[in-house]
């Protein structure tokens, strides 16, 4: 069983229930405001706030999965990482017996903050017939015949829509097919900023998916989820 919950992706397989998160970003403030942007640090609170919403509506789940980027800058370790990642981990662990964090393009620099830790970080994770990964890179194990899904990170997808003259920009699942396997491509967790329209901006992934087919389902405030048919249809 593959559920949308706000968000996160929950999947039911043999029993196991797998909770899937993409592109946590923490960091992300400290990043800002070395730049000279000066912004209040409330992204780590709300991401908590929206994981408690989640897991109140779910319970507790066997694993956790974080598909990349969990944080965001590339170079070195900023304080707020150090801080925050050790702080997620914890909470996670209280609400799950595993967590996998995927290697993502910003993850450069990450196994000290987890040394000790009994958490896995890989390239991708096979399991059963679903292969979890961030989506900047191509690995061969990934197309073995017996993975059906393809769940991804990455691209912070998001769709404007247009209502007279206001246009909005929404977070968003890509849903669709590439070489005979489902993929679902998951909006970033972090509220740093929408996302990027796949209309207007190449999403940077290693395949050459064809996204104007693929499903969209937005995601709403109170964790629903609205379907609004194929990304080449929308105006």
Do not use: T
């Amino acid at each position: 069983m593959i559920e949308y919950i706000g968000k996160c992706l929950l999947l039911e397989e043999d029993s196991e229930k797998i909770l899937v998160a993409g592109d946590l970003h923490l960091g992300y403030e400290e990043s800002l405001n070395r730049a000279g942007v000066l912004v209040s640090r409330n992204l780590f609170k709300e991401m908590i706030e929206y994981f408690e919403r989640v897991f109140s509506k779910i319970g507790n789940v066997d694993q956790v999965i974080l598909l990349g980027d969990v944080k965001h800058n590339f170079g070195s370790i900023l304080w707020q990482e150090w801080d925050e990642i050790p702080r997620l981990l914890d909470y996670l662990s209280e609400k799950c017996r595993k967590i996998i964090l995927i290697k993502g393009n910003h993850d450069v620099i990450f196994q000290p903050i987890v040394k000790g830790r009994e958490v896995l970080f890989l390239d991708f994770y096979i399991f059963k017939d679903f292969c979890f990964l961030h989506g900047d890179k191509d690995f061969p194990e990934i197309h073995d015949s017996k993975i059906k899904y393809w769940i991804v990170g990455h691209g912070h997808p998001a769709v404007k829509l247009r209502a007279g003259v206001k246009i909005e920009k929404y977070k968003c699942y890509l849903v669709g097919k590439f070489k005979r396997k489902k993929i679902i491509i998951l909006p970033s967790f972090f509220e740093g900023s929408e996302g990027s329209d796949p209309r207007e901006n190449d999403l940077g992934f290693a395949w050459k998916f064809n996204l104007l087919n693929f499903e969209v389902k937005i995601v709403g405030e109170k964790l629903e989820i609205l379907d609004f048919g194929k990304l080449g249809k929308l105006e």
